[in-house]
């Protein structure tokens, strides 16, 4: 009988112990992550919250030159952080299905074709990279889909028409009212092309002819025999723009997102509803025609799509139906964890591909 040699025996312990690690992968115990009672989730829906609890820690930090995992929240390590808010939001996936259950509500037709479509929407563009963390589409579409739905569904039950904490129409037009302004406006440039192909500013009798057509323009409009809409329809046809020019927006002044000029948003602030005025904007080199529009109108006409008064009192309710949430799901005890699940990922496994502090990958170039 041939003996093994040293090469040998080396060759055969190492496919013994490739064989190990590959008839290990699959284990029956590591398939779920949480029960309570019959209710069991898959292993895959906790990674989903894990994932969910770093990209809220990614988005949350104010230094983003320190890397995330070096970053402390609520005084705790970031690793340590996430991992427990983890924890906390498959607590609320299992306290929102609680709700749904005390309340009676079921998912209507069109709410589970919603949960199919957006789980399929998201699944298209970053059904890979989940797969490859473990996360299949199933638990993507039960921690993220139908949780959305759901959350929306016992939200609506509580605080929209006929809930116990109904927000009346009165109530949301007092708080629309003072937070939110709305307005048209159209801008016209002030520079022109040179010979040579250079943008420079407008001589003054060209500028001249620009600031007078807006300012007959807004005469017009105060004078009740035009609109905001005729105005820049004639400005674009005398213009030869490609494009509509008119622009209707509504805003909050007080919000640090805006991209409107300091210029813009205090002349907008010192208007009143109905008004139009004209004025320059010099850095920016246009001249700008601008409607400040009734916002209880504006209100109204959101109030009649279910989808944007739904939206408005998500603004108004979200922080204390949220605390809410936290509270019930945190006060839960009959979660059985596993912890050959929980615990066991390491939430830095999310950094090369979720995190802006991330190292870049080295290419060849490199």
């Known amino acids: 009988m041939k003996k093994w040699g040293k090469k040998g025996l080396a060759a055969l ?43 809220e820690a990614e988005n949350s930090r104010t230094d983003k030159t320190v890397p995330l995992m070096d970053t402390e929240f609520d005084g705790m390590r970031a690793s340590d952080w996430i991992l427990e808010e983890a924890k906390s939001l498959t607590r609320r996936l299992f306290y929102v299905e ?20 957006m789980a399929s929407n998201y699944w298209s563009s970053l059904g890979s990279t989940f797969d490859s963390y473990g996360i299949s589409q199933e638990s993507f579409s039960r921690a993220y889909a139908r949780y959305a739905v759901m959350y929306a569904a016992v939200f609506m039950d509580i605080y929209g028409k006929g809930g116990e904490k109904e927000v009346s129409d009165e109530e949301i037009h007092e708080y629309y009212d003072k ?13 022109t092309t040179n010979e040579d192909g250079e943008t420079v500013e407008m001589d003054g009798d060209a500028k001249k002819e620009v600031t007078d057509t807006l300012d007959g323009y807004a005469l017009s409009i105060r004078e009740g025999n035009s609109t905001m809409e005729k105005a820049a329809e004639a400005y674009k046809e005398k213009s030869e723009a490609s494009h509509d020019l008119l622009t209707q927006d509504t805003i ?18 010192e208007m009143e509803e109905g008004e139009v005025l004209t ?3 010099p850095e920016e080199h246009l001249y700008v025609i601008l409607q400040k529009n009734p916002i209880f109108d504006e209100c109204q006409q959101r109030l009649e799509s279910d ?6 009192l998500s603004e108004m309710r979200g922080d204390e139906f949220d605390a809410m949430l936290k509270e019930g799901a945190d006060s839960l005890t009959d979660i059985e964890w596993n912890n050959e699940v929980v615990g066991a990922y390491d939430p830095a496994m999310f950094v090369e591909k979720f995190s802006s502090t ?3 990958t080295p290419t060849p170039e490199d």
């Open 358 to 360: 991330a190292t870049p």
């Open 252 to 269: 909050d002044p007080t919000s640090e997102s805006l991209l409107y000029p300091e210029d813009f948003l205090k002349k907008l602030a």
């Open 307 to 312: 989808g944007t008064r739904s939206a408005i």
């Open 279 to 281: 004025f320059e904007l």
């Open 13 to 55: 312990l190492s496919a013994m112990l490739l064989l190990g690690v590959c008839t290990g992968c699959y284990s029956e115990s590591k398939t779920w992550s949480a029960k309570r009672g019959d209710d069991t989730l898959a292993t895959g829906v906790y990674i989903y919250e894990l994932f969910a609890a770093f990209n």
């Open 98 to 117: 609680q709700l749904m259950e005390e309340r009676n509500l079921t998912l209507s037709p069109e709410q589970e074709s919603t949960v199919k479509s």
């Open 179 to 191: 937070k939110y302004v709305t307005f048209q406006y159209f801008c016209a440039s002030l520079t």
